[in-house]
């Protein structure tokens, strides 16, 4: 809850109609604002998340329900799509912009965003909005291509990882501090793997997270999430360097019980079905132009 009206009322107003809300076990009375909302639907799991690929299998079944040949936005509760002119136009001309140069998807990356003061002062001021509090984010990102052998592998997908930013700073700071010698032994340690389907480097010594996302697809038969952040291949516009994802600086406390995650559809579907899958009903029935499922 602490930021979710804001997230709602930024995607609303760059012309997000329907927002797919799946909801694992919030307790911090997220489920019960968002079923007051004319505009969401709720579906409720008490399914283990990490047996779920991280979400990406609850997402797979609403987007293949309810998003096949829709433009789909699918992001977390605590990322903001940016785009470049988002302020004067609206979601729906970026997907216009897409289809019109044979693009499928749209890549970002994750960019953390904070504020001048501590996270516990950002948090309570509950009544701005996160970009007008978290207005500062690092300058040390590295893209890197990723790294694949011709004729014997297939071209990464996406190709380009990301790093950086304060999780590589303040998580990482060994690997912040040396990253590009560390740098050459992932890439070695990555050919080792190749060959003997094992890892040599102790964790601490291990890549950091990265961050790439690709949220923005049209949602075609056959597409799927192979992770949390990556489609399956598709032909996508070349953004790479904007930094079109913002996350606030609360992530970083915001989680524990609260456990909420967004598929966003821009075009609402032609009608509402029930999901036969581990995802459930939450809500009373309402009338047809108001329902919750």
Known sequence: MLRLQWTLEHYRN????????????STDGSKEFLLAQPDCHVFTTRDSYAESMYCVEWQKALLNEY???????????????IY????????????????????????????DMYAAGTIAESISEKQVSPLDISRYFDRNYVWRR????????????PEYDVTGGPRLRMLFPFLHRHYYLLEVMWQTSYCIYLVTKKTPLPVALRPPPTLPKIPFVRWLPGTRYQHPHATTPIKRRAYQILPAYQRGCEHYRARGPVRLRFSLIC???????????????????????????
């Not at 998003?67 to 799509?81: K, M, P, Q, S």
């Not at 001309?93 to 960019?111: D, M, N, W």
């Open 267 to 293: 075009h609402p579907p032609s009608k509402i079905a029930v999901l036969r899958l581990p995802l459930r009903r939450a809500g009373a029935t309402l009338p047809s132009d108001r329902l919750v499922v």
């Open 84 to 111: 470049p002119g988002y302020e004067s136009q609206p979601l729906s001309a970026l997907a216009t912009h897409l289809e019109r140069s044979g693009a499928q998807g749209v890549f970002a990356f994750l960019l």
């Open 67 to 81: 998003g096949i040949n829709h433009w789909c936005l699918t992001v977390d509760a605590d990322e903001w799509f």
């Open 14 to 25: 760059i012309g997000v109609s329907r927002f797919f809300v799946i909801d694992n076990g």
């Open 146 to 157: 990723r790294f694949y052998i011709p004729r014997v592998q297939q071209p990464a997908f």
